[in-house]
């Protein structure tokens, strides 16, 4: 999914998931007066903005990060504050030092990319990495996506067949 318009006007079930786990786990975190956290594979920002304004402390500061400009460039637009804001940023970069710092974020957040993510291994390196020691990482990754299974059977319809690769 690369539109960000399209994505944000169709985001909402994941969201209402993202945000149902967030609840379901909300006891099992531990949150300070003010979390410092990364939203990998932010999206349009809707459901970044959402899951943390409803998940999170008053003080806490969130950077979304995806590998899409036109993501990053949608979200800042529609949904930067001085506690939110969007920077490019493939999460299985092998060259983030020092352009990020280690031990940065109290948490790292990503719903709904991971599954998305070839080198997942590391995705979760560098998310790590990026965690201060003692923090948490949260996800949401569907084990199996729908998509996935249907894709084989669509792509014998003439109609999408150009999309398969
Ligand atoms: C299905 S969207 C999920 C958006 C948002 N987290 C939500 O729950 O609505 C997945 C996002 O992951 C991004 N993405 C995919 N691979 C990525 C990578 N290697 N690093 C960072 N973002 C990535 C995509 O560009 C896309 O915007």
Known sequence: MRDP???????????????????????????????????????????????????????STVTG????????????????????????LDITDS???????????SKVFSFFTLHRVLNQRKAYENMYNLLKPGGEIITVTPIEDGLDILAPFLARLPKYAKYAD
């Not at 990060?65 to 490019?88: G, L, N, Q, R, T």
């Not at 060259?95 to 974020?105: D, H, S, Y």
């Open 5 to 59: 318009k399209t994505y944000h006007n169709y985001c909402d079930l994941a969201g209402q998931m993202d945000r149902e786990v967030l609840s379901y786990i909300k006891d099992l975190v531990s949150l300070d007066d003010k979390e410092h956290v990364l939203d990998v594979g932010c999206g349009p920002g809707i459901n970044t903005y959402r899951n943390m304004t409803t998940f999170l402390p008053k003080g």
């Open 65 to 88: 990060v995806d590998i899409s400009s036109e993501m990053v460039e949608f979200a800042e637009k529609h949904y930067s504050s001085p506690s939110m804001k969007f920077i490019k």
């Open 95 to 105: 060259n983030l030092w020092p352009t990020w710092r280690k031990e940065e974020f």
